[in-house]
């Protein structure tokens, strides 16, 4: 049974860091592309970062630069690392696992991610 777990949301100062894990069960990477979303209260869904099958990646605007999508495909595990947070980088943040030869797509149950003073 697929099951995406993220883990290591939490409160952090604006400026500071945070890394975000995603641990993918019965995913092969190489048949999937990864992406981590995020919701911030009363906003819609919205793609943050993703990670090809081949590696390539792609980011929102507002986190070029700061933030860094990886995955580790001998752990089945996809990274967020997340830098220089803002206070706008509040939200729940979920791992996404894509299809690429089916239309399977799955969500994580998501991780809170507050920056604040």
């Known amino acids: 049974q697929v099951q995406l777990v993220e883990s290591g949301g939490g409160l952090v100062q604006p400026g500071g860091s945070l890394r975000l894990s995603c641990a993918a069960s019965?995913?092969?990477?190489?048949?999937?592309?990864m992406a981590w979303y995020r919701q911030a209260p009363e906003k819609q869904r919205e793609l943050v970062a993703r990670?090809?099958?081949?590696?390539?990646?792609n980011y929102a605007d507002s986190v070029k630069g700061r933030f860094t999508i990886s995955e580790d495909n001998a752990k089945n595990m996809v990274y967020l690392q997340m830098d220089s947070l803002k206070p706008e980088d509040t939200a729940v943040y979920y791992c996404?696992?894509?299809?690429?030869?089916?239309?399977?797509?799955?969500w994580g149950q998501g991780t809170q991610v507050t920056v604040s003073s």
């Open positions: 996404y696992a894509d299809g690429i030869l089916s239309s399977h797509k799955y």
């Open positions: 019965d995913i092969a990477f190489d048949v999937y592309t």
């Open positions: 990670i090809t099958n081949r590696g390539s990646t």
